[in-house]
């Protein structure tokens, strides 16, 4: 770790005390857990202190998107203050969040359902950049249709770096029919195109003041179905929270059959970044969903 004094520590804290017009001295720095990614770091300054999470150059464009989709989830999660590069390396920083695990579930599910109904003011499915999914690049180009949207910019780009990493002979041999059955299922359904954290497992929300947040997202306009869906693929939310959430907005008939179409999207994700331990958790779903059409 860079001491506090090192050049980039104190060109961050240079940027902090030009934004918020005062002097952000800085005199405590402390590691934290944070991600499996990048480093994450507290930075205390005066009666102040700042999450900062920093990476290599190359993540810039990661931090930059996560910055984007943490503004427009305001006020459901905390404003990026301040995403930059010195050098070699790329930071983003956010305002310090107490975070606590255990809060009221009940109040957190309604708070992800009064995100979901911020829409996309054209009706259309998609973001007006590609972004990120951990460290996968994600694809957001606009669609109209949902299912064509679902299939060309989520499933067929992670079944394609599937197959380049080597998992085609597992996954080549039911694509066409995982497709054809995913279209079957999604050809008529027409969601409202609802503003999405879009990576929301438990780790992903938090509690602060008492107060459900969101943060880490991978956001874009889609079905909300999809952020309750990985809800369920990782565990951690009780049934206080889908109870919070159908309080403020009752799901649709058939969102169960539709819900591993979703987690597949997911799945396949873990598969491209954390390998063939996943593999037939992967191949187990899209038979699932083939045997459902």
Same mark, same amino acid.
């Given at each position: 770790?860079?001491?506090?004094?090192?050049?980039?520590?104190?060109?961050?804290?240079?940027?902090?005390?030009?934004?918020? +017009?005062?002097?952000?001295?800085?005199?405590?720095?402390?590691?934290?857990?944070?991600?499996?990614?990048?480093?994450?770091?507290?930075?205390?300054?005066?009666?102040?202190?700042?999450?900062?999470?920093?990476? $290599?150059?190359?993540?810039?464009?990661?931090?930059?998107?996560?910055?984007?989709?943490?503004?427009?989830?305001?006020?459901?999660?905390?404003? !990026?203050?301040?995403?930059?590069?010195?050098?070699?390396? !790329?930071?983003?920083?956010?305002?310090? &969040?107490?975070?606590?695990?255990?809060?009221?579930? *009940?109040?957190?599910?309604?708070?992800?359902?009064?995100?979901?109904? &911020?829409?996309?003011?054209?009706?259309?499915?998609?973001?007006?950049?590609?972004? *990120?999914?951990?460290?996968?690049?994600?694809?957001?180009?606009?669609?109209?249709?949902?299912?064509?949207?679902?299939?060309?910019?989520?499933?067929?780009?992670?079944?394609?770096? !599937?197959?380049?990493?080597?998992?085609? $002979? +597992?996954?080549?041999?039911? $694509?066409?029919?995982?497709?054809?059955?995913?279209?079957?299922?999604?050809?008529?359904?027409?969601?409202?195109? +609802?503003?999405?954290?879009?990576?929301?497992?438990?780790?992903?929300?938090?509690?602060?003041?008492?107060?459900?947040?969101?943060?880490?997202?991978?956001?874009?306009?889609?079905?909300?179905?999809?952020?309750? !869906?990985?809800?369920?693929?990782?565990?951690?939310?009780?049934?206080?929270?889908?109870?919070?959430?159908?309080?403020?907005?009752?799901?649709?008939?058939?969102?169960?059959?539709?819900?591993?179409?979703?987690?597949?999207?997911?799945?396949?994700?873990?598969?491209?970044?954390?390998?063939?331990?996943?593999?037939?958790?992967?191949? $187990?779903?899209?038979?699932?969903?083939?045997?459902?059409?």
């Amino acid at each position: 770790m860079e001491s506090l004094h090192s050049p980039l520590w104190r060109h961050i804290c240079t940027q902090l005390s030009s934004q918020a +017009s005062c002097d952000c001295e800085a005199h405590g720095l402390e590691p934290v857990s944070g991600g499996d990614t990048l480093q994450s770091f507290v930075l205390q300054c005066g009666h102040r202190r700042y999450f900062i999470k920093l990476g $290599e150059l190359t993540a810039l464009p990661m931090l930059e998107t996560e910055a984007e989709s943490l503004e427009r989830l305001s006020p459901f999660a905390a404003n !990026a203050m301040l995403v930059g590069s010195f050098k070699h390396h !790329a930071f983003l920083v956010l305002p310090y &969040l107490d975070l606590k695990s255990d809060g009221d579930q *009940f109040a957190l599910g309604q708070r992800l359902a009064q995100l979901h109904q &911020l829409t996309e003011p054209q009706g259309r499915y998609g973001w007006h950049q590609d972004n *990120f999914i951990g460290l996968t690049p994600q694809q957001n180009r606009w669609h109209t249709r949902w299912c064509d949207f679902y299939i060309s910019q989520r499933l067929l780009p992670q079944l394609s770096l !599937a197959k380049h990493n080597g998992f085609g $002979e +597992s996954l080549l041999p039911i $694509e066409a029919a995982l497709i054809q059955s995913t279209r079957a299922q999604l050809d008529d359904h027409q969601p409202k195109a +609802s503003l999405l954290h879009g990576d929301l497992w438990r780790g992903n929300a938090g509690f602060s003041q008492g107060q459900g947040v969101f943060f880490d997202p991978a956001s874009y306009y889609g079905d909300r179905e999809t952020d309750l !869906a990985m809800t369920h693929l990782f565990g951690g939310f009780g049934d206080e929270f889908y109870l919070g959430y159908e309080s403020e907005a009752p799901l649709e008939i058939g969102h169960k059959q539709r819900l591993p179409i979703y987690q597949l999207y997911h799945q396949l994700n873990h598969l491209n970044l954390f390998g063939r331990v996943y593999l037939a958790g992967c191949v $187990e779903q899209a038979e699932q969903i083939i045997a459902l059409s």
